[in-house]
């Protein structure tokens, strides 16, 4: 097909062309003239130069790919842009944010992206997609273009606000900042996806154990139960919902610390907090990252625990929550599930391995991830559970809040109360502590966003808040147990509970306390806030910090 030819019908696709693109660039970056009015605002004039430069270059590069008469040139680039818009352009639709490195870190899990959650945010993405279309169409119309623009040193143009925006994000630390807002989507994202790509797994120079242990309690064994999704004020325990009514039957013999706080409302960090125990004063600041601790599993190791570590997402090679083959290797029994498993039976099938792991001779430390309440909630419970009615159906989206919150009432009806019905009738805990918490809480319509945790911005306490339950039948442990949780009811968070099960251990409490930060023993004078973005202290950013007031007037 011959390029057609200007004036005349030539004319007029020259004006849809540029139309079209002009359209698809419109619609596609967002925060242009806010960004503007801020350099402006501020007297900024340097970083003005520097955003208007990369926009003037990725005009010309724009240009250049719609009017290069190399076909292949053309659609190769004009396609990659396109594609990476529109992933771009559905978060932003979702949470209202650019698409960052951590914001990448935080979605990042083999498996995730489902039929169900594509159904789930299927509205956004088709919003996206006609975002995104006008562009696509706009750049590889065909039109026959000027001579100069046949010389191959040319090419290079599309490169230069590709590499401009890639190392701009590098240098601000992964778009930490308000840095690249309003930058230019159709080489952002572009630079976000390869810096994220070439610096996926930030890498540190792990430490040994050093300190000491010194009396320890003499417990048997040490389980940390974390679920996922799972938002404390959906436990009976904290606020009458319907949803736990066993767990309301062992309010005497459970230790509840009430509504406590996530260390970060995204499963990674969180979880990477509760293995690798933190520091808040000094999270995510270079040396002092998490990444360089000593794992819990080599402290349990050197107090003579045998380990084990039960995954019901499942693990992939290379990254679990910023896990890696190293710290995998250190664990003695690892235990996960098929991709393809059934989601609603697999906290079901934890009981028996829970069971079974802790009926061995031998010491044990046991940290399980459970499948929990992770949306779309429909998948956490079987059909046959749906108490709470009208509730969401497979591959649906929905903005009706009734049946989203029925469904989550249903998911923490399964997988929390009748799990731990079925759990705590089966195994022995006579001298040994359960630790109950989930990774993050949930958002569920409740500000009227579709987002149901991990917000870089517009973030709410919703996500963060979580159960913090304690079991153990060693009544000397079970009375410091329930002393703690009166002293420090709604004022717990994530960053004692590691220190918590380093004293179970029997490491010096003193040391552990210097080390990374106080236990649920200790009366809790300073409540903590959570965190969102960086805590892994990749390129020596720290993460933001939110506050936890108004926990104890929770109402939704």
Known sequence: MRSARYPGTG???????????ATGLFLTNHNFLLRLDYFLDFNLYFPLVIFLGIWIAALIAIFYIAFTPRTSERVTWSVLICLAVLLGETYYLVTEDRLTVEALDAMW?????????????????????????????????????ARMLRWRGLAVIPMVPYLLLSGLIYHVGASGGLETRGMPSQFLIPGVLSVFAVSNSP????????????????????????????????????????????????????????????????????????????????????????????????????ADFETSFIEAQYISEGHLNFMNRTELGLIDNILTYSR??????????????????????????????????????????????????PAMQSYETTEDR??????????????????????????????????YTSDHGQNLL?????????????????????????????????????????????????????????????????????RYHQNLFEIIDEPLGFTSGPVMGRFGKQPAWHSREGLDRLDR
């Open 109 to 145: 899990s083999p498996g995730l992206i489902t039929i169900d959650i594509v159904a789930f945010y299927g509205k956004y993405f088709l919003k996206a997609l006609a975002s995104t279309a006008p562009l696509l169409i706009g750049l590889l119309i065909p039109l026959q273009t």
């Open 340 to 389: 393809d498993s059934d989601k609603s039976q697999r906290d079901a099938r934890l009981v028996g391995q829970i069971s079974n792991i802790l009926s061995r001779s031998t010491s044990q430390f046991v940290y399980v991830n459970k499948y929990g309440a992770h949306f779309p909630y429909q998948n956490s419970y079987p059909e046959s559970e749906t108490v709470f009615q």
């Open 11 to 21: 004319g007029v696709l020259l004006i849809i062309k540029v139309l079209l693109i």
């Open 203 to 302: 890498s540190f120079e792990k430490l040994e154990v050093e300190i000491p242990l010194s009396e320890s309690p003499g417990l048997k064994h040490v389980i940390l139960i974390v679920d996922e999704s799972v938002s404390g004020d959906f436990i009976d325990l904290n606020v009458p919902r319907g949803t736990t009514p066993f767990l309301v039957s062992q309010a005497g013999s459970v230790a509840n610390f009430g509504l406590a706080v996530s260390a970060s409302n995204c499963s990674n960090a969180s979880n990477a907090i509760l293995r690798l125990g933190a520091n808040p004063d000094t999270l995510g600041a270079g040396d002092d990252g998490i990444l360089s601790n000593p794992s819990i599993w080599k402290y349990a190791k050197k």
């Open 402 to 435: 009734e049946r989203l919150v029925n469904s989550y009432k249903n998911a923490i009806r399964w997988s929390v109360d009748r799990f731990f019905e079925k759990l705590l009738d089966q195994i022995d805990l006579s001298n040994s502590v359960l630790i």
């Open 446 to 514: 409740d500000d009227g966003k579709p987002t149901t945790h991990c917000r870089r911005s517009q973030e709410t306490l919703f996500e963060a808040v979580v159960p913090l339950l304690v079991w153990t039948g060693n009544e000397q442990i079970a009375q410091k147990f329930g002393l703690a949780a009166l002293q420090n009811h709604n004022s717990a968070s994530h960053f004692e509970i590691f220190p918590t099960i380093l004293q179970l251990f029997g490491y010096d409490p003193d040391i552990v306390k210097q």
